[in-house]
């Protein structure tokens, strides 16, 4: 005897077909003029400071960095849907995310230039810092989340993570604690078909990544990640969801990475420029900037008065991150435990007589 | 005054720290109704409830990344890993993230998380659940390494790991857990984390050793000590940071050291303490020092297990040795 | 927009009701007499091997044990429905698996007696010892069933684990690894609905463990555990699918441990006894026995003869068992490495000069 | 014969050891069309197809096991890890099965299963791109640990690691993937994977080192030599089993040693260095013994891991150190 126990379906939201056109019942959100101007600014923004900070490599001033090219709207689309008081908890490449969330600019600028205190911004103080090892902030989204279960806490823990980071066990174990207990967190998919070198195909044989959660038993969907509308009306309702204790939600924001893996990356080797050509047609800015035309919410005056606000405030950035000195090279040890264990002195006095030197 | 077992005493400190923290909480493998395979939490689920005795599911590289997640907010999470066999998929956390949390923010965030671990061999158990790694975590910056070696210092150091600000890996010599009693007072004295033991004083050996092997150690020196040799005994306990002082004071008085631990030999923690002696107190040292280790072997299930563990007769015969030096 | 991407469902088989009638729509095996009562008897063997061994742990003679007391269908129908060069990696309560496939009954007992020589039987030469770090050989059985694929050998590498297993990040990396590769591997899941002292309801949300296939995009369906033809039916499809290259399954039995965790456990600290009163109903010996009886195929004095049949075997092994002496200290050494590095040597006569005193 | 690069002759060795054993395959994370991100395995996909060249998906905790049942099944897998920072999910597999597998069976099964991983810091790369780690490593019974120091060493003991029946972590210095080039000739020489190399002979002091450090090693030992003090500078390069009969022989010669690693100093493998001079070599020091090291804390990002990471001074120092003691 067979008999069906459970079924399941994956859903995917779509805002804006990619010529910028609205698509069929779109959410509220689309009527607000403001929210949409915001949302376009940052894209665009994020993606000024992008281009600066490889130009920054690629001179010498800035070490390996992460462009988010092409993907801006899944950032930027998340972190819009977060309140001030959520705690987000980033991979490496939500730039968009943290300049959205008030850090200031130089942060990541000094981070990627190789100094600690690039995580120690002014604000938000209880948003995580940038995690490289890949999909291991999920079990730290995971325990945030949890406090704030215990605490009774109307906030949320936001994670994003790459479509290579869903083949990570950790991931998988973070979800499927998250089920068990309900926990208020959003794990985010930048979805971007590529992993470094390695396809989608390559690392999962599941259709959609968004059927990851079926396996924790938890809530996940799709959304067009090239659209910044659909991905901050999903996660919206994702983290308003999870803040009312109705549990996670994993969302898959399909996009496509249009730079290189890293600036140590070459992604010609391995993919076509075709491949790349096609997918800039779908990319998140222009969409937006279309629509907004369309709509009339937007002008080529405001265009232009925007990128050379977004290259002003980069700029400035840039300049208060060159100029910042080096740390004490003794800051290894001041901030390795709270006190510094006496074991440690010797260590600690040979580094400063050097430093003094 | 109670008579506890080291396990009771684990329990003690654990239900103390509860008590005097609503935001200690305890997680792990069957921590909860079950009371932890040990039984070393056995009785807080009932007394602090389910929100604060936690059993999570089997997935070890979760637990450390919830107990950072939950540090970094504020809670006091003390992990139960079930035994430190199971603890290897959890080191990725340990090393990439608990060890960094305060210094990768400057400060911003820190992890004031406990990782309890059972350890160690000798009581006959199935593969995987005899070996002792403490090493490997002794070289992981930014993390404290705890081992205590009687029910009264289980209490004093875990309460004190409890409370330390930063993360602490604290194993639990289970060969030990129900060995031997001693009265502890639940009086909330910690002990401090960065402090040897000096258990027994001597003056013509210096033998240090930690956890379950401190028994041996006591066992060997009070048979030296009837063929007229005076051995100190050092238990460690705090393995990182250690005591270094203790132990080369010993050495400049006794001129002879003897290290004895269970580990497998190579890049044992025994070979640290060796190295610390060739720097600083190399001239002290009147005869070559010993190590009495496990072998660089596979720890072998209990049919040759004890042909594994160093016992009393092989300590004694490396007290002997380097006191006949010459 | 809101629209489905993909479905999914989770199917389970059954085949005998619990009072042992037959369900609607059987599968052939059902007139396959001698393989039901092969079936049978290898349970009761299985459940003779488990009582004794727990008798051997009591008086001191057996080290902590692990029995499958009522799970018998899972390893028992799991191992029938493999070919003797398929690949069998065990966790550490498939004895019956280990015994159907030939392994002398000697040899468990030597492993958890604590003798090492235990898991190198004499036959099936290639299959994978006991596993003790819960879900750490399915990433082995991807190994092995790569190379099955590599070497286009029509071979599977079938792996066994428990419900606990299911939350391990190794055991959902394994299986997204052999969706990517269609690997021939099929993994069953021991769901015994306990992993020691945690109720399945702690270890996942999920409503089903077989709809843990659907995030790694490869077939998952759930079987009676506690009747053990369903298990041996739906466990050969899958074999027989992956052997014919259409890649790896998950399959979940549902079943019940009646007994404890280990020899170490006491369940009663932990769960009803009326819970479990109320799953003796169900478990696979009877409920089998139940239907050869009815169908004719088995008689009062087939089973007397079974019994004794079944002890006899046993206490030659135990006997056996307890006939071996502690191998020698030094094969500690002797099977490190293929050979014995120099640098080991002092360290080896030291111990073979112990050994000899 | 080619002048090559470390990295170079790593692939070198790759292909050579493909071609000669169809059961060699290479996988990992960006192994194929992109040839790694070294460039370790450029080449090889185009050359052995995707059946031997496989871009595995991002699951460290899977491959160290995919490759142990591989291995067992008779293949040679040599499994990248991207970077040591990311090769701890596989400790795991390491410990409990990796080094385990052919002692548990007794001999029935095996693996011979090759981990490589790029470590070591001094490229101003992203956070956790710099560690070195191998004392943890070396810590672990049943598997050797390797670590080159020269493109003709990279190639001699990679093939050797290849054709070696048991498991092997070979540990590949980034910082000298290009630094220097050396001729090497593609004649599918091994090298021994217990023997150290003397690099340098000397008189006066006897300083032990590997990977990367070689290069400040050899430096330090130049400039001393200016200062009328000889070095012997040893390679240890296979760091377990490591060739103690080397460096106590050095020792004996030299009366003094110098340690050098870029790992943390607390247990670190220096450590195990010098407990085994201490144990066996000890009166033939006439000076404490010094180890130049990383600091006991996280490795800092780039701005100011030349503080961190062990430099020339700081060696020249050690070995004037040793040299003027008294
Ligand atoms: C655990 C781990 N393994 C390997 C790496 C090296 N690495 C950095 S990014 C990356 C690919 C990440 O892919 P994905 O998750 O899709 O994120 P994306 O870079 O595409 O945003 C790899 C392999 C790492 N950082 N962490
Ligand atoms: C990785 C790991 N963690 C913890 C343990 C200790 N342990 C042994 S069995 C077990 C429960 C296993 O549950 P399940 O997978 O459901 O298998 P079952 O015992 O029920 O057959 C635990 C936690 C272990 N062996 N391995
Ligand atoms: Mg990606
Ligand atoms: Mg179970």
């Not at chain 1, 379906?9 to 609205?22: H, I, K, M, Q, Y």
């Not at chain 2, 909480?25 to 009932?46: C, H, I, M, Q, S």
């Not at chain 2, 050996?205 to 066992?219: D, I, M, N, P, S």
């Amino acid at each position: 005897m067979r008999q069906t126990l459970a079924t399941f379906a994956v859903e995917e939201v779509r805002v804006l077909a990619p010529d910028g056109t609205l698509l069929p019942d779109p959410p509220e959100c689309v009527h607000d003029r403001d929210l949409l101007v915001r949302l376009y600014r940052a894209m665009v923004l994020t993606r000024t400071f992008d281009a600066r900070a490889i130009a920054l490599q690629r001179t010498g001033r800035l070490g390996t960095y992460a462009s988010s090219l092409g993907q801006e709207a899944v950032p930027v689309g998340t972190a819009a849907a977060m309140r001030p008081e959520d705690v987000l908890l980033p991979a490496f490449r939500e730039q968009g995310a943290l300049l959205w969330r008030g850090v200031p600019p130089e942060h990541p600028l000094l981070y990627w230039g190789g100094d600690e205190r690039g995580s120690n911004w002014p604000g938000p103080r209880e948003d995580f810092p940038i995690c490289v090892p890949v999909g291991t902030h999920a079990p730290h989204a995971a325990g945030v989340a949890m406090a704030f279960r215990l605490e009774r806490a109307p906030r949320v823990a936001v994670c994003v993570f790459g479509d290579g980071a869903t083949s990570k066990g950790d991931v998988y174990e973070a979800l499927n604690f998250a089920g068990v207990w309900r926990l208020p967190m959003v794990a985010v998919i930048n979805d971007n078909r590529w992993a470094i070198s390695v396809p989608l195909s390559l690392q999962t044989a599941a259709e959609t990544l968004a059927q990851k959660a079926i396996a924790a038993g938890i809530r996940g969907l799709r959304v067009d990640g090239n659209d910044v509308i659909a991905v901050y009306a999903a996660v919206r309702e994702a983290v308003e969801r999870a803040r009312a204790g109705g549990g996670p939600t994993l969302v898959e924001c399909v996009t496509y990475r249009l730079c290189d893996h890293t600036t140590a990356d070459d992604s010609r080797r391995y993919r076509d420029d075709a491949e790349v050509s096609e997918h800039w047609k779908l990319e998140p800015v222009a969409r937006l900037r279309r629509h907004l035309l369309e709509r009339g919410f937007w002008t080529r005056e405001d265009e232009e008065a925007l990128l050379e606000e977004c290259r002003h405030t980069v700029e400035e950035a840039v300049e208060r991150y060159l100029a910042t000195p080096p740390d004490r090279p003794t800051a290894m040890f001041h901030h390795l435990y709270a006190e510094l264990p006496a074991a440690l002195r010797p260590q600690y006095e040979e580094l400063r007589a050097r430093e003094e030197a | 005054m109670p008579e506890l077992t080291l396990v009771e005493a684990v329990r003690m400190a654990l239900a103390r720290a509860m008590e005097e923290d609503p935001k200690v909480l305890v997680l792990g493998e069957d921590v909860g109704k079950n009371g932890g395979v040990f039984r070393a939490t056995e009785g807080l689920y009932e007394r602090f409830g389910p929100e604060r005795v936690i059993d999570t599911p089997l997935s070890e590289a979760l637990f450390a990344g919830l107990g950072l997640g939950l540090a970094a907010r504020g809670f006091r999470p003390v992990v139960e890993f079930q035994f430190m066999g199971f603890i290897y998929p959890a080191i990725d956390q340990v090393v990439n993230h608990v060890g960094r949390l305060r210094n990768r923010t400057r400060g911003r965030l820190s992890c004031p998380l406990v990782i309890r671990a059972p350890f160690g061999g000798g009581i006959r158990a199935p593969e995987h659940h005899s070996e002792s790694t403490e090493a490997m975590f002794c070289h992981i910056p930014g993390i404290r390494v705890v081992i205590p070696s009687s029910p009264r210092r289980a209490y004093g150091l875990l309460l004190a790991a409890i409370r330390d600000p930063d993360p602490v890996v604290f194993l639990e010599p289970k060969r030990i857990y129900r060995a031997f009693r001693e009265q502890v007072e639940d009086d909330g004295a910690q002990l401090p984390l960065d402090r040897a033991f000096v258990l027994r004083e001597g003056r013509d050996v210096t033998l240090v050793t930690w956890g379950a092997c401190v028994k041996e150690a006591l066992e060997a020196a009070e048979q030296a000590q009837e063929r007229g040799i005076s051995v100190e005994v050092i238990d460690l306990a705090t393995l990182k940071p250690y005591d270094a002082e203790t132990v080369l004071g010993s050495v400049a008085k006794t001129g002879r050291l003897v290290i004895l631990h269970e580990a497998a030999r190579t890049a044992g923690f025994g070979a640290e303490i060796v190295a610390r002696v060739a720097e600083e107190g190399l001239f002290s040292l009147t005869a070559p020092v010993v190590r009495v280790t496990g072998y660089d072997t596979v720890v072998p299930l209990p049919r040759l297990e004890d042909w594994y563990f160093p016992d009393v007769p092989r300590v004694l015969a490396a007290i002997e040795q380097v006191v006949s030096w010459r």
